[in-house]
């Protein structure tokens, strides 16, 4: 079964990686926002889905990545993809800072304060907060990425930048998800106060998770950037942070591959109703419903977690 | 787990391909970007009738180059994001060249696309100064420029002579430049600005702002945001007893101003507009009119939508005139050899910017049956 | 000092509004443990219901202006109760045994359909109420006039929370509310019969959504298939404000969040009110981590 499974991984990898030669602009640009937003869910997926914090501010992180990005690249010329360390980093410090003091609240009281977050983030870029932000026009001009002298430009090229990322992204978070962090923010999940009775120091990690998530979507914002060349506040409102919010749970509560395939569908989905036009987003409300009824742990839920008993060394995921 | 997997995957996969586009019959292809769903739904769907009713009258008359007009509508959601990719997705449907949008920022999303594909875009409702600036060769719009409109609303307001002038926007890209172009003119004449904010559009109650406003003691408030909110203030005004005159920008001239406001409360407020085909004698102008209403029997909503019409209009002039559906001879011919061609918001004709040119700016004032009244 | 008190009246006409929704808010929550996303947009659809009712009907011609307000009110409450059970019928129930926030998603869901189906239906323009149903008396309280609808609406408001609470407090089946509000296992095995009662809460709360709707739209007039996810917003906010589950909390939180909305865009600046409400909120709730009136409950564990 387990190798089944990786047949079926590494096929669809080599179908998305060859997709670009078989499709159009379009929607090759189409494969490149659900990339994007593949990079932005997984990183929700640590503090949603790992860890269970009710967060449903993630555009916040998003936006302060992008601006900062946007910012530093129009201002003193600097290549937009040498900023994406300092985006995260940002994106990570602001992240600290806002979610320390609100850290152990708890579950929907969590949902509003990070709502609010998003929303006061909002007002402040469209009130051009300290002068730099541009208000409501945004910032245009940002400068499309170099790698190796090379320009980033077309849809086809964006498609191999975003998805190397993604691909990075999977890795990572892959190896994270069976550390021993992993599997102690699993355990607040579960049972946060039977996880601090075992010695988990739960504020920590659930702060640690809360700026791992941030610092990726940082580095999100910068490709974002790059991609649109002008960002605006209205890309970074509330109801990007409830679309990401959706495709975590659509997808299946800290699972990779369900949280991908979550955003092919919650990205995909509205594009390909497009025949229906003024229709689409009512069809699109309709299989959300339905989704979750007939899926309420979302398409691929994670597996439980298994151990062998045989002595072998380390937990295995069970297929 | 392993069955379910593969079944997930591949619906997922089967759903993502029939998506694909048709390539269709020999016809002249034009595409359409409008919001068809989202905040601005109503002014997309304006846009798409009005275009779709100026298509099929040619299409009456025999077409373009001996070939029928297929209007290709593709949805922006009236949000960036979405907007890149129904452009896109038109860069990729064969179309001669695009109409739209709405909404500046939204524009400004889909420029590099379309400039990148060698796609004629004409704009209709995207006013900030910087979309024609940025020297993109393809890029024409029927819209005048927020520069322009400051210009005429600072005019208007000395020309009236009020002394204490208060400005309220909305904080959209589009209310906030109009209402920055007109205070930095009339900071520069001998009147005092007392008041200067913004509200939050899509609220109901502005109680709280049009009171501080008065606390303020202006003479005239200038509101440089859209109708929905315009019509709200209007009434809420009146509720107040206040008694204070309101100059709006273009994007209060909708009929639903007055629906909202009522006509009570609506007498006596004034605008700017480019004119609206129910003021001109133009044929041109008479002749939509009368087509409009008997397809749709109501009148034209706002002005952008109609201005979208006109945004046809100069393409199939750039098609019939050069003879040809190439970008480069479209675009030679609009920006060069379109001279004064009655459309439905006047004359038009283009600068090397692809700007439109000419004074477009009248100043309406609501009448207390609610009509729009051109003022001399 | 009267531009104060003016912008106090301001507040207040606001946050009633709030409040009523909240309350909605509140009651599914109670129960259920659900943020009902959706309730926006019922609220929105009973704006939509009375306007359509009160052209379809002609009420005007034949009643006194509060006589076509009742009966609408009346309508309009019984035709959003329905919806209400509708919905929890179909997208709730069968996630009643899953992960709370499964049921999220699918009152995201729903809120998404509610508003395009209202969009397709009614079309995506502005509609707005006949300017001449409710006189526009005003009246003059220490001097200032106020205008009679503003009271009205806040003492219906009122009015409603206190029926409310009475009715959840004292009679049989508010106890049975409680009841499963606290546990339902419990509650089941005590003779409750959990699923009328959370029928029941689907009826109330969305029954005062609707008719919040109503209220707004014959207030301000105008309405858009858009509004739910505004007023939707800040009620929920109200309702955490106040503490969530609970019902005069949602009161106070409501008023409450009118009043700082009112006072911060009076005072400091009206583009920035909604970003300082939320920083109020925020600081609330870090020194009062369950809201104001919200009582300090260990998470079942």
Not at chain 1, 191 to 204: L, Y
Not at chain 2, 24 to 48: C, F, H, I, N, Y
Not at chain 3, 110 to 133: C, E, R, T, W
Request: proline share 4%; glycine share 10%; with cysteine.
């Amino acid at each position: 079964m387990k190798n089944k499974r990786w047949i079926v991984y590494a096929a669809c990898a080599v179908v998305i990686l060859i997709s670009p030669a078989a499709l159009n602009r379009y929607w090759t640009d189409v494969l490149n926002v659900i990339g994007l937003y593949v990079m932005l869910a997984l990183s929700l997926n640590i503090i949603l889905g790992h860890c269970g914090m009710f967060h449903m501010g993630h555009a916040a992180f998003y936006a302060v990545g992008a601006y900062t990005t946007a910012i530093l690249n129009t201002a003193y010329g600097i290549p937009v993809l040498w900023l994406m360390p300092l985006s995260g980093l940002l994106a990570g410090l602001f992240a600290l800072v806002i979610a320390r003091p609100i850290i152990h609240l708890r579950g929907d009281y969590l949902l509003i304060v990070t709502i609010g977050f998003v929303e006061i983030v909002r007002i402040a870029l469209i009130n051009n907060i300290f002068g730099i932000t541009g208000g409501a026009n945004g910032i245009f001009g940002i400068d499309r990425p170099t790698i190796f002298g090379m320009k980033i430009s077309t849809p086809g090229q964006f498609f191999y930048l975003i998805w190397f990322f993604v691909a990075v992204t999977i890795y990572l978070f892959r190896k994270l998800e069976h550390s021993r962090f992993g599997r102690a923010l699993n355990y607040i999940r579960e049972d946060d106060v039977a996880a601090a009775g075992s010695g988990i120091d739960t504020g920590h990690y659930k702060l640690i998770a809360f700026v791992i998530g941030a610092v990726w979507a940082g580095f999100c914002g910068t490709l974002f950037a790059a991609k649109m060349t002008i960002i605006a506040p209205e890309s970074f409102n509330f109801w990007e942070s409830v679309l990401l919010f959706m495709i975590v749970l659509l997808g299946g509560r800290g699972s990779i591959a369900g949280v991908i395939l979550g955003t092919f569908l919650v990205i995909g989905l509205p594009e390909i109703f497009r025949q229906f036009a003024t229709a689409r987003m009512l069809v699109f409300g309709v299989v959300m419903v339905a989704m979750m009824i007939f899926r309420p742990e979302g398409i691929l839920p994670p597996p439980p977690r298994t151990y062998r008993l045989d002595g072998d060394t380390g937990p295995e995921e069970a297929a | 787990m392993g069955k379910r997997f593969i079944t997930s995957v591949a619906v997922v996969f089967a759903l993502l391909l029939c998506g694909q586009p048709v390539v269709a019959a020999d016809t002249v292809r034009v595409g359409l970007m409008a919001p068809l769903t989202g905040a601005w739904a109503s002014e997309g769907q304006d846009m798409k009738q009005i275009v779709e009713l100026l298509a099929e009258e040619l299409n009456n008359q025999g077409g373009l180059l001996g070939k029928q007009i297929e209007i290709i509508a593709e949805d922006d959601g009236g949000d960036p994001k979405t907007a890149s990719l129904a452009a896109q997705r038109l860069a990729n449907s064969d179309v001669v060249a695009v109409i739209g949008t709405y909404g500046s920022s939204i524009t400004e999303a889909s420029q590099a696309i379309y400039d990148e594909a060698k796609i004629l875009q004409v704009a209709n409702g995207s006013t900030a100064i910087r979309l024609s600036e940025k020297g993109l060769k393809y890029f024409l719009r029927t819209c005048p420029r927020d520069d322009e409109q400051g210009k005429v609303a600072a005019k208007t307001l000395m020309d009236m002579g009020f002394k204490k002038i208060a400005i309220l926007h909305d904080n959209t890209s589009y209310a906030k430049g109009l209402a920055d172009e007109a205070k930095g003119l009339l900071e520069k004449e001998p009147v005092e600005i007392v008041f200067y904010d913004a509200l939050t559009p899509g609220e109901r109650d502005y109680n709280t702002i049009l009171t501080k406003i008065k606390a303020a003691g202006p003479d005239v408030v200038l509101f440089t945001g859209y109708y929905p909110e315009a019509g709200l203030l209007m009434r809420q005004k009146m509720e107040m007893g206040w008694n204070v005159p309101f100059l709006g920008g273009d994007a209060t001239n909708n009929p639903d101003l007055v629906k909202i406001a009522g006509k009570q409360a609506a007498e006596g407020y004034y605008f700017l507009s480019p004119p609206v085909p129910q003021d001109l004698d133009s044929k041109a102008a008479k002749d939509f009119m009368s087509a409009f209403k008997q397809k749709y029997n109501a009148e034209p909503g706002s002005v952008w939508a109609v201005l979208a019409g006109d945004g046809f209009n100069v393409l199939a002039a750039a098609i019939k005139g050069s003879g040809s559906t190439d970008t480069e001879k479209m675009v030679a011919y609009l920006k060069t050899q379109l001279k004064d061609m009655p459309g439905l918001t006047g004359n038009i004709s283009f600068d090397e910017k692809g700007d439109r040119v000419g004074d477009l700016y009248r100043v309406y004032r609501v009448d207390a049956d609610g009509k729009f009244v051109l003022q001399p | 000092m009267e531009f104060f008190f003016q912008q106090l009246t301001n507040g207040l006409a606001v946050g009633g509004i709030y409040a009523l929704i909240a309350l909605g808010y509140t009651m599914v929550y109670g129960v259920l443990k659900l943020i009902n996303f959706a309730h926006g947009d019922l609220f929105m659809i009973g704006a939509y219901l009375g306007l359509t009712l009160l052209t379809a009907l002609g009420l005007a011609d034949h009643l006194s202006p509060f006589g076509v307000i009742a009966l609408l009110a009346v309508m309009v409450l019984a035709l959003v109760a329905i919806l209400g059970v509708v919905l929890e019928r179909v997208a709730y129930r069968p996630l009643r045994q899953a992960h709370r926030l499964s049921a999220v998603v699918s009152a995201l869901g729903a809120s998404i359909f509610f508003q395009n189906i209202v969009m397709l239906i009614y079309g995506a323009k502005f509609h707005v109420y006949p300017h001449d149903l409710m006189p526009r008396t005003v009246v003059h309280i220490f001097g200032m006039p106020v205008p009679l609808i503003r009271i009205l609406i806040l003492l219906a408001s009122v009015v409603m929370m206190v029926g409310l609470y009475t009715f959840i407090q004292r009679t049989k089946v508010g106890t049975a509310i409680r009841a499963a509000a606290i546990d339902q296992g419990a509650a089941r095995l005590m003779g409750i019969n959990v699923d009328r009662v959370i029928a029941l809460v689907f009826v109330i709360g969305p029954a005062l959504g609707g008719v919040a709707g109503l209220m707004v739209g014959i207030y301000y007039g105008q309405i858009n298939f858009t509004m739910g996810w505004i007023y939707g917003l800040k009620a929920f906010t109200a309702a955490i404000l106040g503490g969530i589950g609970n019902i005069p909390g949602a009161m106070v939180g409501g008023l409450l969040l009118g009043l700082i909305e009112a006072f911060a865009a009076a005072y400091l600046s009206i583009a920035w009110k909604d970003a300082f409400a939320f920083c109020v909120l925020i600081l609330i709730l870090i020194v009062r981590p369950t809201g104001l009136l919200g009582e300090r409950v260990a998470e079942k564990v």
